[in-house]
């Protein structure tokens, strides 16, 4: 097995991850030519459906910093984790870690660029391997990279595991032995065990009872300070972005529709789509007889609208919104958004 070779110095300025217009469709693309869509053709079939559930999206992120990525479901914010994290490849577009393109990389810092971006994920019931012990969970993947001595192996997990909160005594039991925090900082363990430098949390702490997602956040935060981990923060709860995250992405619809430093965006949203995500935080201190949600359905990426995705939904939707997609533009220091009633700054 190809050992990971040690992540190459870059200028301090530079991105640890860098995700450069990617785009990730599913289905057929249109212009594919191989046997099975010829052949389609020539029988006369119907071209399959495809979904552009990210597209042209671009994203940075510094060491130690945390954005966060938030959107309604369908948005594509977890296609484009996935993405970040190396589970799914982009259609279009390049991912750069450290300055360098994957596709360029020998298989060694291929490897090492990899094990540097790690997920946790939503549910730790179903990310873990229920016939194997939390020890090999834990230990499996640097065993298998040569990050640790077999004779090693033991201190060397039940230094992750405390790490993530766990006591390591436990180590020898089984998934299903654990409450689903317990789970949740196994799989933690299991993602610092190959020494990451950035964590692309989906939802990480969306299934867990309150009290527990405060212990998680709170780890999280630790681990940024102990290890100087930066992490991409996808979630649909805006008060756990707020509280943890340097910026803020917004997603609609494949595309990133308002991009800021979180401070900014949640002081000053500027899209009207944020705008309306913001109004529905409950304010404990605000007794509001109506929540005003936000209208209508998210369109079906298979079929978007034309112009800005967000046109049907939105308030002050004008003629030129219909034909027009907006493009990313800057209206103050950091902070981006695409709608036609913001002309750059
Ligand atoms: Fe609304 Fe038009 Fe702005 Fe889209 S571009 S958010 S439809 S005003």
Not at 62 to 76: A, F, I, K, T, Y
Not at 201 to 225: G, K, M, P, T
Request: hydrophobic content about 40%.
């Amino acid at each position: 097995m190809t050992k990971p070779a040690s992540l190459w110095p870059a200028p301090p300025d530079t991105a640890l991850l860098e995700l450069e217009q990617v785009s990730r469709q599913f289905g057929v693309a249109p212009g594919a030519t191989g046997f099975g869509q010829r052949m389609a053709r020539w029988l006369g079939q119907p071209r399959p459906p495809v979904t552009r559930a990210v597209d042209g999206v671009s994203l940075a992120v510094r060491p130690g910093e945390v954005v966060g990525l938030v959107g309604e479901s369908g948005s594509g914010k977890s296609t484009l984790g996935r993405m970040a994290a190396g589970l799914l490849a982009p259609t279009r577009g390049e991912v750069r870690v450290r300055g360098r393109a994957l596709d360029t990389l020998p298989p060694a810092e291929r490897l090492a660029a990899r094990l540097a971006v790690q997920m946790v994920f939503q549910d730790p019931n179903s990310s873990l391997n229920p016939r194997l012990r939390v020890s090999r969970i834990v230990g499996e993947a640097p065993l298998a990279h040569g990050l640790c001595e077999p004779s090693a192996l033991d201190d060397y997990v039940c230094a992750q595991l405390q790490r993530a909160g766990l006591d390591p005594a436990l180590r020898h039991r089984y998934p299903h032995q654990f409450s689903g925090g317990q789970r949740q900082r196994i799989g933690i363990a299991r993602a610092l065990a190959v020494a990451p430098a950035l964590l692309v949390c989906d939802e990480a702490v969306a299934a867990l009872d309150v009290s527990i997602q405060a212990q998680i956040l709170n780890l999280f935060q630790d681990l940024r300070e102990q290890l100087g981990l930066a992490y991409v923060f996808i979630s649909h709860d805006l008060g756990v972005i707020r509280h943890l995250c340097d910026r803020v992405l917004v997603m609609y619809l494949g595309r990133v529709i308002e991009s800021a430093p979180a401070t900014e965006l949640f002081t000053r949203p500027a899209h009207p789509y944020t705008q309306a995500l913001l109004a529905e935080i409950p304010d404990i201190t605000q007794r509001r007889s109506r929540f005003s949600a936000l209208s209508g359905e998210v369109p079906s990426a298979l079929n978007p609208p034309t112009g800005c995705h967000f046109h049907p939904r939105c308030p002050q939707a004008m003629a030129r919104c219909r034909q027009e997609a907006p493009s990313l533009r800057g209206i103050a220091i950091q902070h981006q958004v695409a709608c036609h009633l913001h002309p750059s700054s």
